[in-house]
């Protein structure tokens, strides 16, 4: 039987997925298409995708079509502490603690804050729905990395910027990471798109990213975070 | 034969003061009490008309205080839609003198309305200030923390002000039959539900009206002594009438002639309050209607510059002083954002 053509669309972390199907992964064919690519600028424009965009997904015909566009705003937001510090009452678990220290911010600000910042990827991701027939599955961005010593440890670009402010509470880049998700959530049940969840094994008891999944950055998923998304999608 | 009348400014004469000057130099702002120096702290609440007042004050050199303003995350527009920086701090519009009263008594921890919550499920709503969000509030426990806060907000602007302007807007109310809270907005229009058990019409009469006034202004001075206050009167007639076998038009030419009438007592019985006449200026006619929109309700830009011109002129120590620059926009964001970018091209690269 040939194996399963997946085609995966989107940003920096389809390449979890990469790295996870170069180190071997029986059974299926991958492609990957990096929006982050030059050649790929803008993803979108008046005519709809750009046209080497579509080129690639048609070209694929592949069976299985995900998606892993954008997935880092909630960072840009919150990974470092904002000069003015804030925190938020999580909707789906008010219960969670909030640093009342901080201030308030109402939860429906950041979401609208944050469908701001997501609604170029989420336009992206409309127009691969209508460019595909059949299965189109987007994937959760992965949870934060709740260690604030490994960001330090692996801060990159970061490095001065988390020198001056500081690395945010994890709780609160769980937080707004919970909210970027239920706006794709919401965007992929809207446009008939699967929404598949971070896999469960790569979440530690309060949610976030578990160690042995960290990559050496502040923000990414490794090859076997990547491995455990490529079963979830066979699995799903 | 002399008269009283032949010593008169030509400001008391009809023919100087408008009906021989063009419409945009009318200025009825005759010897107000006091003048607003750039330094004195201004507070601004009151009716949906009341919503220019504030933001232009930013723009003409005036210390317009906001105690609860937006975190700079929120862009300009997101900001708008959540009522910061609309009024000093973000308690919606008070349309009645004992809403601005229980507002004051609210805060103080001495008034605690029955009904002080509506809605389940994801959306709670504040019976108080029902459209202070969109969607409302999304759990019980992020309306309780944003109130705490509200409230010790609104502490803060009243401690800390020197003038405050409120604009008088409605006599018509609806109030809870069990405490007397009164409802900004009828239960159920924007929240809540509509129960005749609970929920009762009530008309405020020029008295009452006037009383409220009185016994907020002394609320206000046993916690900030040195408050002075401007009264106004919203031009925006209502958008219903609650009365029954009432004209709208009736019932708004009776509750203005309250909400006027009641300024005029509370201006005349206490010191350090005036009366600023944005209601005159729109609803003049010298300007043959064109202060309202094509509704016939809405005050055009122009009404409101003319009111805003006249305020000033009127009020500040310094009339036409340049406005002080913006604060400037926060970094934060944007800094982010590119190293972010920086930061998942470099990730995007290491396919290996």
Redo the contacts between chains.
Sequence with gaps: MAPLKILVLGHSHITALAKAFHRGEPGVSMDFVLLNNPEYQPPLSDEGLHPAILEKIHAARAGLHVSLLGGNDHSIIGMLNHPRRFDFVLPEAPDLPVDETAEILPAGLLLAHLAQRVAPHLAVLALYRAAVPGRLVHVESPPPIPSEAHIRAHPGVFREMIEERGVSPALLRYKLWRLHSELYARECARIGVEFLPAPEAMRDEQGMMRPEAWNPDPTHGNALYGRHVIGSLLAA | MSNPYQTLPDTAFWRRAVATLPPEAVDPVVAPPFLISPADAVVTAGSCFAQHIGPTLQGLNFNYLITEPA?????QE?AR??NYGVFSARWGNVYTARQLLQLFHRAYGNFYPVEDMWGGE?CWIDPFRPQI??????????YK??RA?HFAAIRRAFEALDVFVFTLGLTEAWVSRVDGAVFPLCPGVAGGEFNPARHEFHNFTVGEVAEDMVAFIGALRSVNPRARVILTVSPVPLVATAREGTHVLVATAYSKAVLRVAAEMVTQTLPGVAYFPAYEIITGRYDAGTYFAADRRSVVAPGVSHVMRCFVTGFSTQAGAPAPPPPPA?D??P???A??Q???????L???
């Design positions: 975190h700079p995350l929120a862009t997101q839609a959540f994801n969000q969109p969607g409302g509030f999304l759990s019980q426990r992020e923390l944003d806060r926060s934060y964001e800094q982010m954002e190293a972010m920086v930061h998942c091209d470099e990730i995007a290491d396919q290996g």
